[in-house]
C-alpha cells in the first residue's frame, strides 16, 4: 500500500494545482448538504412554526425593551411615594380621603369621575411605583357620566 504522501508526490503539477480546489468544493458540498439543507426544508415545511417563532421573537424583544426601561427608572423610597401620591390626590376631586399604613395607601373615593381615576391610577404606577391590590368600588351613573364610589388599597415600594 502506498502512503497519502507518496500519492502526492507522483502527482504531476496541474493535478497538484487544482487538488486544493476539489477539496474546498468536496467541502462546501458537504456543509451545505449536512447543515444547511435540513434546516431549510423544515423551514418550507412547516412555514406556521417559521411564523410562530417570529411572533416569539417579537414578544421577547418588547419584554427585553419594558426590562430595561423599568431598571432605568429611578429608585425611591416610601416617603418619596407618599408624597407623590399626595400630590397628585388633587385629581380625584375634592371628597377623596387619604390614609397612609405600613406599606400600603387607602383612598376613600367618593362621587370620583371615571376619567380622573383612570389617569391617577397611571400616574401613581408612573411616578410613585404604587400598584393598586385591593378594590372595592361601586359604579354610579349620573347623567352621562359615571362616577365611583369606594374604598382603592395601593400598595408602595419598600422601604
Known amino acids: ?44 415545511a412547516n412555514p406556521l412554526a417559521q411564523q410562530q417563532a417570529n411572533v416569539q421573537l417579537q414578544t421577547l424583544s418588547l419584554l427585553q425593551v419594558r426590562a430595561q426601561a423599568l431598571q432605568a427608572r429611578p429608585q425611591f423610597d416610601q416617603a418619596q411615594a407618599i408624597n407623590r401620591l399626595q400630590a397628585s390626590i388633587g385629581l380625584l376631586g375634592a371628597n377623596t380621603e387619604f390614609s397612609t399604613g405600613d406599606q400600603r395607601v387607602t383612598l376613600v373615593l367618593r362621587a370620583t369621575p371615571v376619567q380622573a381615576l383612570a389617569e391617577w391610577l397611571a400616574r401613581a ?16 351613573a349620573q347623567g352621562d357620566e359615571s362616577l365611583w364610589n369606594g374604598t382603592l388599597v395601593m400598595s408602595l415600594p419598600p422601604r
Open 1 to 44: 500500500m502506498r502512503s497519502l504522501t507518496d500519492l502526492l508526490a507522483a502527482l504531476g503539477p496541474r493535478e497538484k494545482r487544482w487538488l486544493p480546489v476539489g477539496v474546498g468544493v468536496l467541502s462546501l458540498a458537504l456543509l451545505i448538504g449536512v447543515g444547511v439543507l435540513p434546516a431549510v426544508r423544515i423551514l418550507r
Open 125 to 140: 404606577r408612573i411616578e410613585a411605583h404604587a400598584v393598586p391590590i385591593e378594590a372595592r368600588l361601586a359604579r354610579e
